[in-house]
């Protein structure tokens, strides 16, 4: 269970990104995250796993508050959480196999990380992982090789390598395609179901947010004005999370013209 | 109305101002350079000389003696030595100073400024210089030849990987901070494998380099194939001269070849 509470986050002397914000998921379901640019989403996510330090408030995974964790102890917790980036994030210059791998880093020793001497265990998990996903024949190929739709999936591989206890991704489907987009979306919602891990997907794309997750949060200046079932996000609830934005004003184009 | 219905045709890319300026920045610089040749004292006498001389010397290189080809050959051969084990050792020791000097790698601002200080001190000494203070210390040799080189390449070689390793995609190293890597992995998984065409292509620039630095060294009595080439032109010997210089010649175009060859084998 993951449980966020009066979540505070501040760059500089401004405006807080984040305004007192609450959120817990309890369980294994997918759940998106939509706003317009700017909301604060991707902070959210990044305060998740400390890639960008909170400024005041809680953040319990498990049982684990990872708002106060320094060093070896916030590396242990980064391993329970999973992340998917937009960009795949990706070392372009090594072998698909080796990128599966980095994400058991924070598991293997430094030796074996650096001869390539992965563990049979992680070996295996990761063909099955891959063959999951089907990019299992590309193992040696680097990464740059592949397509962005086969990149992402390297992406969703290594942060499920790390055995993680939630999974966190932020546009993940932003640089795809329609098609791959989707694709990728059902396989974000297929692997949560059979691997009985909780999702947490930053989405821009609204159709896809409805039609693949079971919860929707809406956002809108560093606050959740909208949480409840993909059911329940009514025109209404679409005005007041994107009003004033470009996305809101397409939208009501498109009403006026159907 | 707009500037077309005006039917204006006139455009300087620069205003008035603007143009006086550059005049002047030019005016300037003539100014620096008709000083610069007025204060240096040429011999104009010696200028004109030059070509009567170069051919007399070329006269009496002609034709380059070979009877020490077989010493010429083996000390270009120790030439070749000290370039390759200095930069070898050069390219290892400048890795931890690339990684002190490059802002997005370095523990805290003082290794910062420690990685940067030895950048400057062995760049901004001369490998001659080096090489004299290394006579100084190890006696004439090779040794003071191999230690100035070195002490020369680390600040060339690790300035560039500094900048190689500032100018990397950050979001990988993102990616696996976020597994939970600790810092050590992360730079073996996610930025060397970024600065390694770098790392290979500076590395055999530097070879590159050290060959035809290594060739004046001798000049100091730092070992390699500038002693014969000194002892040649002390004693007048122009035509044993004439084959050294030929000899290096062929040695830099060599050089120059197998760097070549390693740069598309390796990058």
Request: net charge positive.
């Amino acid at each position: 269970m993951l449980k966020i509470t009066d979540l505070v986050k501040r760059y500089g002397g401004g405006d807080p990104v984040l305004k007192d914000l609450g959120l817990t998921i309890e369980g294994e379901s997918v759940v998106s995250i939509i706003g317009s640019s700017g909301a604060g989403k991707s902070t959210l996510l990044r305060c998740i796993n400390r890639l960008v330090e909170p400024t005041s408030g809680s953040i319990v995974l498990n049982g684990t508050e990872l708002t106060r964790l320094r060093g070896r102890h916030l590396r242990e917790a980064r391993r329970k959480i999973g992340m998917v980036f937009q960009s795949f994030n990706l070392v372009d210059r090594l072998t698909v196999m080796e990128n599966v791998q980095s994400g058991r880093l924070g598991y293997i020793s430094t030796w074996a990380a650096i001869m390539r001497r992965y563990p049979k265990d992680d070996i295996r998990r990761a063909y099955e992982l891959m063959e999951r996903v089907g990019i299992a024949h590309y193992a040696n190929k680097r990464a740059d090789e592949l397509s962005g739709g086969e990149r992402q999936r390297v992406g969703v591989v290594r942060a499920l390598m790390q055995k993680p206890e939630i999974l966190l991704a932020d546009e993940p489907t932003a640089s795809l395609d329609p098609k791959t987009s989707e694709q990728i979306m059902g396989l974000l919602r297929d692997l949560s179901r059979e691997l009985k891990l909780p999702v947490l997907i930053n989405i821009h794309n609204v159709h896809e947010a409805r039609e693949y997750t079971d919860r929707i949060v809406g956002m809108r200046y560093g606050r959740i004005i909208f949480d409840d079932a993909p059911g329940a996000l009514d025109q209404e609830a679409m005005d007041r999370i994107y009003s004033g934005s470009p996305a809101a004003d397409r939208a009501d184009g498109l009403r006026q013209a159907s | 109305m707009t500037l077309a219905e005006m039917g204006r045709d006139d455009w300087a890319r620069f205003t008035l101002r603007q143009r006086m300026q550059r005049y002047a920045v030019f005016a300037a610089c003539a100014l620096a350079v008709a000083w610069a040749l007025g204060s240096i004292e040429i011999i104009w006498a010696w200028v004109w000389d030059a070509p009567v001389q170069m051919g007399d010397l070329f006269a009496r290189m002609y034709p380059p003696d070979p009877t020490n080809l077989g010493t010429i050959l083996r000390v270009l051969w120790e030439t070749v030595n000290i370039a390759t084990i200095a930069t070898a050792f050069a390219v290892i020791l400048a890795l931890p100073v690339a990684y002190l000097a490059a802002q997005n790698t370095t523990p805290n601002q003082a290794t910062l400024w420690l990685g940067r200080l030895i950048l400057v001190t062995s760049r901004s000494v001369n490998t001659i210089i080096w090489a004299l203070l290394f006579v100084a210390i190890f006696g004439p040799g090779i040794i003071a030849g191999i230690v100035a080189i070195m002490f020369r390449s680390i600040g060339f070689v690790g300035k560039l990987l500094g900048e190689a390793i500032e100018e990397i995609d950050k979001r990988p190293v993102e990616a696996l901070e976020a597994t939970g890597a600790s810092r050590f992995k992360v730079i073996a998984y996610a930025i060397v494998p970024q600065v390694m065409p770098t790392f290979w292509a500076v590395a055999i620039l530097r070879w590159d380099i050290n060959l035809r630095e290594s060739t004046v060294l001798g000049l100091v009595g730092a070992g390699g194939i500038g002693i014969i080439l000194q002892g040649a032109i002390d004693t007048f010997n122009w035509r044993e001269a004439a084959m050294v210089l030929l000899a290096i010649l062929a040695l830099v175009i060599l050089g120059e070849i197998v760097s070549a060859w390693l740069r598309r084998r390796i990058i």
